[in-house]
C-alpha cells in the first residue's frame, strides 16, 4: 500500500487501534471487580469459567463501548477531508478519553457498591438516592479507604492518553481532487458499513429474531445469577435500564383468574375471636443481617460462633423465629414496601418504578381505619430515601425524623449533637426518643422505625469506639453499637404501660458486609431476620419454627394475631396458620426468580428452571436441576407470583376489593 492509500486509511485504523483501547479499559476494570469481591466470587471461579465469563462480558463491552462512543466513531468517520488537522483529531482524543474515563469510574465505582446489592447499578439508583445530601460525605468517606482504586483510575486514564493512536493524515496533503474524493469516498464507505455493525454490537447481534441485549441475558454465560455483575458492566446497566418499563404481564396463563387458582395475593383470613386492639410496633433495623446474630446461627455454627448481638440474642429466647428467614430485596427502599405493604422486589425497586402511583395500602393504613393512631420514625433528614412520601402514601399518619428529633427539647434541645455527621441521629438516641414518642400515642397505635447507624461509612460515636473496637470486618462494630441501642430501647419499652399490649416485630431492611461464605451465595445474600415478639405470651409463643419466613409475610401474620377480618393484599403468607411445608420465600436477582420451599431454593430465568438447591446445600454447590420431584410443582407456582405481580402492577389491581 502507497503512502497516500494508507494516509486515507488512517483515520479509520485509528479508530479501531482506540476503540481496541476501550476493551481493554474495560476489562481491567472487570478484574478489578472480581478482585474487589473476591470473597463473593473465589469458592467457584476456574479459569475455564472466568474464561466463559469474559467472552460473554465481550458483548456486553460492546455494546456499551459502542453507546457511548457512538459521537466518537461518527467524528472520526464524517467523509470531509477539511477536518484532518491537529486541532480537530486533538478534539476527538479528549472526547474519546472523557467518555470512557467515565464509563471507567463508573465501573470501578460500582465495585465497591456491589456487596449492598450484589448486581450491577440501574437507573433506579439515581431515584433512590435523589432526596439524599449526605452524598458527598459518603463519596469522599469511600474515596479515602478505596484510595488504591482512585490511583487505579489514574493510571489507566493516563494509558488511554498516551497510547491513543492518532491519524497520520493532515489537510495539506491532499493536493489532488481525486485524493480528496477518494478519501471522502472511503470515510463515507467505513461510516455507512459501521452503521449496521454498531447497531449490531448494540443490539448484541442482527441475526433475525434477535432482541436487543438486556442486562438477564447475562445469564446465559453464568452458573449462578450473583455472577451476572461480573459479565455486565455498569455504563451498559445504566444505559439499558433509562426510560424502560419495568413491568409486562407474562404468558404464562390466559387470565387472572386461571392464575388465581394456583395462587393470588388477596388475603381473607377466618379470624377465631372478635378483633383483638393489640399495639403494633415494628423495628427495621438498617443492614441487620441473621449472619451477625449469634441466636439465628446456632443450626450452622453450634455454640462457636457467638455473633455480635447480645441483647437481641436475649430477645430471640423470648420469640419466635424461623429456621430459614429472608428479606424481599437487597435496598432499603426494597424493605419497605415488602415488611409493611407485603410486596417483595421483582425487576427493580417498586417505589421507584411508575406502579408507585397505583393505589396501595400498608399495615398503617390498614390500621388506621380499625382506630389505630399511627407514626413512622427515621432518624435522617424528612425526605430521605424517599420515606416520609412512602409513609404519607401507604397511611402513616405521622412522620418523624432528624429535624422533629433536634426540636424536641427532651433530646435534641434544638442543637443537632446527636447527627452522625452522614445520614441521621444516632441508633441509641433515636431509639429512646422512638420509645418516648410511641407512649406518647393514643392506643391502639402502631408505629414503624427505621434505624440508620448501621451502615456504610460504618461509624459509631466516639464515646463507644473504645467499647465496640474494630473486629472481623468493619461491620461488625456497627452492629454491636445498634444491637446495644436495641437492648436499651427494650429496656425502657418493658417499663412502659403499653408494653404488654404490644406485639413487637423486629427484621432488617437487607442484608449488608459478609465474611461468611454461605451468607454470599445467591440465596445466603438475603438472610434477614424475622423476629415477632409478644411480651405477654398469651398469643405468640416462643421459639424456633421449622418453615420459612420473609418479610412480605409480616403483613399477613400481625393481621392474623389481631384477628383482623377484611381482605387485604399481601405476596407473603399468615405465619401464624399456615402449615411450615407450605411456607414459601420469593426474590429477585440479576434477572432470576429464587423460589425457596419444601427445603429447596428454585432459580427461575422467566422461561425456565435453572437452578434447584438444597437448603442445606449452604454454598450452593449441587445444582439438583431436574432431579427434584417438587420442582414442576413450585415452577407452577413461581409464575402464578410471578403473573400475578405483574398484571396487578400494569392494572392498578394493589388493593382488595
Avoid at 172 to 180: G, N, P, Y
Avoid at 361 to 370: P, R, W, Y
Avoid at 549 to 563: E, G, R, Y
Wanted: proline share 5%; aromatic share 14%.
Amino acid at each position: 500500500m502507497d503512502m497516500k492509500l494508507s494516509k486515507t486509511f488512517s483515520p479509520i485504523v485509528a479508530l479501531l487501534v482506540n476503540l481496541l483501547i476501550a476493551f481493554v479499559a474495560y476489562n481491567i476494570s472487570r478484574i478489578e471487580f472480581i478482585l474487589e469481591n473476591l470473597s463473593y466470587f473465589s469458592e467457584h471461579l476456574s479459569f475455564s469459567y472466568l474464561l466463559r465469563m469474559f467472552g460473554g462480558g465481550y458483548m456486553f463491552d460492546r455494546s456499551a463501548i459502542v453507546y457511548s462512543n457512538a459521537l466518537y466513531i461518527v467524528l472520526m468517520l464524517l467523509p470531509f477531508w477539511q477536518k484532518e488537522n491537529a486541532v480537530y483529531h486533538k478534539l476527538c482524543k479528549w472526547v474519546f478519553v472523557v467518555v470512557n474515563s467515565i464509563s471507567l469510574v463508573v465501573n470501578l465505582c460500582d465495585s465497591v457498591y456491589f456487596p449492598y446489592t450484589l448486581r450491577r447499578t440501574t437507573t433506579s439508583v439515581f431515584r433512590e438516592f435523589r432526596n439524599e445530601t449526605n452524598l458527598g460525605d459518603v463519596f469522599w468517606g469511600e474515596f479515602l479507604v478505596h484510595w488504591y482504586l482512585v490511583l487505579l483510575a489514574i493510571v489507566v486514564i493516563w494509558g488511554m492518553w498516551k497510547l491513543y493512536y492518532m491519524p497520520k493524515t493532515n489537510v495539506k496533503e491532499f493536493t489532488k481532487r481525486s485524493e480528496k474524493l477518494r478519501f471522502a469516498g472511503v470515510q463515507l464507505l467505513a461510516l455507512v458499513i459501521c452503521v449496521p455493525l454498531g447497531v449490531g454490537a448494540c443490539r448484541g447481534g442482527l441475526e433475525t429474531g434477535v432482541r436487543p441485549i438486556t442486562i438477564n441475558n447475562a445469564n446465559q454465560y453464568v452458573d449462578r445469577p450473583t455472577d451476572c455483575a461480573i459479565v455486565l458492566n455498569t455504563p451498559f446497566a445504566l444505559m439499558r435500564t433509562i426510560g424502560k418499563d419495568v413491568f409486562t404481564v407474562p404468558s404464562y396463563f390466559k387470565s387472572e383468574q386461571e392464575a388465581a387458582k394456583i395462587f393470588t395475593p388477596i388475603h381473607k383470613l377466618t379470624p377465631t375471636g372478635p378483633f383483638r386492639h393489640k399495639n403494633v410496633v415494628v423495628l427495621i433495623v438498617e443492614s441487620f443481617g441473621r449472619e451477625y446474630i449469634g441466636g439465628l446461627n446456632k443450626m450452622y455454627f453450634g455454640g462457636k460462633y457467638k455473633g455480635y448481638t447480645p441483647n437481641v440474642d436475649k430477645l430471640i429466647e423470648k420469640s419466635a423465629v424461623w429456621y430459614y428467614s429472608f428479606c424481599n430485596g437487597r435496598k432499603s427502599i426494597d424493605g419497605m414496601p415488602s415488611v409493611l405493604c407485603g410486596i417483595p422486589m421483582f425487576k427493580e425497586p417498586f417505589v421507584l418504578t411508575p406502579a408507585s402511583m397505583n393505589n396501595y395500602t400498608s399495615m398503617a393504613g390498614l390500621l388506621s381505619k380499625e382506630g389505630y393512631s399511627t407514626a413512622f420514625f427515621h432518624g435522617a433528614n424528612r425526605g430521605s430515601m424517599g420515606f416520609l412520601a412512602f409513609a404519607n402514601k401507604t397511611g402513616f399518619q405521622q412522620y418523624y425524623g432528624r429535624q422533629d428529633y433536634d426540636a424536641d427539647p427532651r433530646f435534641g434541645k434544638g442543637k443537632d449533637d446527636d447527627f452522625d455527621g452522614h445520614w441521621g441521629i444516632w441508633d441509641e438516641p433515636f431509639l429512646q426518643y422512638w420509645c418516648t414518642k410511641i407512649g406518647e400515642m393514643k392506643q391502639p397505635f402502631m408505629t414503624t422505625c427505621f434505624t440508620v447507624s448501621s451502615h456504610t461509612p460504618y461509624i459509631i460515636p466516639e464515646k463507644y469506639k473504645k467499647v465496640y473496637p474494630e473486629e472481623g470486618i468493619v461491620m461488625h462494630k456497627c452492629i454491636r453499637y445498634t444491637d446495644m441501642a436495641i437492648g436499651k430501647f427494650f429496656e425502657k419499652a418493658s417499663k412502659q404501660p403499653w408494653f404488654k399490649n404490644t406485639i413487637f416485630v423486629m427484621t432488617s431492611d437487607h442484608t449488608n458486609l459478609s465474611d461468611h461464605q454461605q451468607y454470599q451465595t445467591d440465596i445466603g445474600g438475603f438472610c434477614s431476620p424475622i423476629i415477632i415478639y409478644d411480651p405477654s405470651q398469651e398469643l405468640v409463643k416462643p421459639g424456633m419454627r421449622n418453615g420459612i419466613a420473609q418479610q412480605i409475610d409480616i403483613l399477613p401474620t400481625v393481621l392474623s394475631i389481631l384477628n383482623y377480618n377484611k381482605p387485604f393484599l399481601s405476596f407473603g403468607c399468615d405465619l401464624m396458620t399456615t402449615p411450615n411445608d407450605d411456607t414459601y420465600a420469593v426474590n429477585y436477582l440479576n434477572g432470576i426468580y429464587q423460589y425457596v420451599k419444601h427445603g429447596y431454593t428454585m432459580q427461575f430465568d422467566g422461561n425456565k428452571v435453572i437452578g434447584m438447591y438444597k437448603l442445606t446445600d449452604l454454598l450452593m454447590k449441587h445444582n439438583l436441576v431436574g432431579k427434584v420431584k417438587e420442582q414442576v410443582q413450585m415452577e407452577t407456582e413461581l409464575k402464578a407470583i410471578i403473573y400475578q405481580y405483574m398484571y396487578r402492577m400494569v392494572h392498578d389491581k394493589l388493593l382488595a376489593k
